[in-house]
């Protein structure tokens, strides 16, 4: 099974908690996470349980992938489906990441100390969401007026061309007409 593309800011910390249930014992099952350069973020063979994390360099996408795969031993052939997998999967990111109770511990963080942090670091992600908005919609605005700028010229150079084109229809019709004495 893949799970689709999810994106990613920079610098964001992505955790993930599988669990895989219900393997027989003729099957092993990996779990491979990758971005969309093919670079390989996380990867286990034998995968039953387990959790991984990793940051993202850039704002990209990754994608979660857990294949399956015969290892009786009975050759390469096709294997029956398996009818009772189940694969349980969460995936935290961002400040839903942060393991709040051993920053807790660590600092001796009062309760309501705790919930200020977390305040501010929530602050902080929805600065950096409406920042990264900002720097899209400047790039998607100017995008924007450089596609209208060439409409507008090309529109204005069609224009001169239809223009031209029926000048010298009329000239050149008037002088045929001419020629063929139909007028004067």
Not at 22 to 33: A, L, Q, R
Request: aromatic share 10%.
């Amino acid at each position: 099974a893949e799970w689709p593309l999810r994106p990613g800011h920079k610098d964001v910390l992505v955790v993930g908690e599988f669990t895989v249930e219900n393997i027989p014992s003729s099957h092993e099952v990996d779990i491979m996470v990758k971005d969309t350069k093919e670079q390989t973020l996380f990867s286990k063979e034998k995968a039953e349980t387990g959790k991984f994390a990793f940051t993202l360099d850039d704002y990209d996408m990754f994608s979660i992938c857990f294949h399956g795969k015969r290892v009786d031993g009975q050759g390469a052939g096709r294997s029956p489906p398996v009818d009772d997998l189940s694969v349980k999967l969460a995936v935290k990111r961002g400040i839903e990441a942060k393991s709040y109770n051993d920053l807790a511990k660590a600092e001796k963080l009062k309760p309501m100390e705790l919930e200020l942090k977390k305040l501010e670091d929530l602050a902080e992600a929805i600065v950096s969401d409406f920042a990264y908005m900002k720097s899209r919609e400047k790039l998607m605005r100017d995008t924007n007026e450089s596609t209208n700028s060439r409409v507008l010229w090309f529109s204005i150079f069609s224009m001169a061309v239809l223009l031209g084109l029926a000048l010298w229809q009329v000239f050149y019709l008037k002088r045929f007409f001419k020629a063929k004495k139909l007028i004067e």
